[in-house]
């Protein structure tokens, strides 16, 4: 089994930058990939990025590209979502996710954490 645990969600202004955090424990996590999702409201949950444990593999959204950032910090079994140049249009709920391979679809992720909220004001 796999624990997840986000933070660093809140409030910001467009132009504005967020770090989120996903704290990530269990037995042989480090075996797992490790993704971020968001859910806007009435939007599907969509792939942001993610962050293979092994070999330092990433993937990110084209939506996000060049704006978000994902990292990991082995020691802390932490990955980070730094998101800078934030929209309006990334307002949403974001997750994370744990996966035995980088995987982009939702369904390919078995652990889920409890979300934690963004929103860009304009």
């Known amino acids: 089994q796999v624990q997840l645990v986000e933070s660093g969600g809140g409030l910001v202004q467009a132009g504005g930058s967020l770090r989120l955090s996903c704290a990530a424990s269990?037995?042989?996590?480090?075996?797992?990939?490790l993704g971020w999702f968001r859910q806007a409201p009435e939007k599907e949950r969509e792939f942001v990025a993610a962050?293979?444990?092994?070999?330092?593999?990433?993937a990110y959204a084209d939506s996000v590209r060049g704006r978000f950032t994902i990292s990991r910090d082995n020691a802390k079994n932490t990955v980070y979502l730094q998101m800078n140049s934030l929209l309006p249009e990334d307002t949403a709920v974001y997750y994370c996710?744990?996966?035995?391979?980088?995987?982009?679809?939702?369904?390919?992720?078995?652990?889920w954490g409890q979300g934690t909220q963004v929103t860009v004001s304009s």
């Open positions: 996710a744990a996966a035995e391979v980088i995987v982009r679809a939702p369904k390919g992720y078995p652990y």
């Open positions: 269990g037995r042989a996590i480090s075996r797992y990939a």
């Open positions: 962050h293979g444990w092994i070999g330092g593999g990433i």
